[in-house]
């Protein structure tokens, strides 16, 4: 089984930064992706970031470059930097970590912007 957690999120205002991290445990030595996708209300998850353990990146049509990935593969961490910031991107942000069967999820964090 593998845990996510996550931390970094809150509250800021439209054109601000904030950085979300997730750390990973337990039974992680079949990942090979990890990211983030988020969820607004009433809408459905979508991706924001990923990225595989070879370096290759997958991003979300919705952050235009606003948003940076990176990975610490000896950690087992991977952070999230958000620049630009819009009321938009209010949603809860998830750290998800895949393998080539399954892919587990943290708690989420809430991530807030206010114009």
């Known amino acids: 089984q593998v845990q996510l957690v996550e931390s970094g999120g809150g509250l800021v205002q439209a054109g601000g930064s904030l950085r979300l991290s997730c750390a990973a445990s337990g039974d992680i030595t079949a990942i090979n992706v990890m990211g983030w996708y988020r969820q607004a209300p009433g809408k459905a998850r979508e991706l924001v970031i990923t990225m595989t353990n070879g370096g290759h990146t997958d991003y979300g049509d919705s952050i235009s470059g606003r948003f940076t990935i990176s990975r610490d593969n000896v950690r087992n961490t991977v952070s999230l930097q958000m620049n630009s910031l819009k009321p938009e991107d209010t949603a809860v942000y998830f750290c998800?970590?895949?393998?080539?069967?399954?892919?587990?999820w943290g708690q989420g964090t809430q991530v807030t912007v206010s114009s």
């Open positions: 998800v970590a895949q393998g080539p069967l399954d892919a587990h």
